[in-house]
């Protein structure tokens, strides 16, 4: 798409070498079309990349959890080895 735009901006404004009226708005037409597709595919990957972030999150809280939970249980394991 961006090489046909480019190819219409290059192309003379008049004369038979011209783009016709119709081709320049046909492309606007198409490239909006896929403007649109574009932002819609980024919203999506957008929200996928937020929805990511909350899982990674909260993966970071369970795993701090868990780490103190474990090394609470390691003292306790090391202290019970011990001899008396």
């Known amino acids: 798409m961006l090489k046909r735009i480019e190819d219409l901006l290059d192309a003379p404004t008049s004369g038979a070498a011209a783009p016709s009226l119709a081709s320049l ?16 595919e980024r919203l999506r990957a957008t929200d996928e990349l937020v929805t990511l ?32």
């Open 25 to 40: 708005e046909h492309t606007l037409t198409e490239g909006y079309a896929e403007a649109l597709a574009l932002e819609a």
């Open 53 to 84: 972030a909350t899982r990674v999150t909260r993966a970071d809280v369970e795993l701090g959890k868990l780490r103190a939970m474990l090394d609470r249980l390691q003292a306790r394991t090391r202290a019970l080895r011990r001899p008396s």
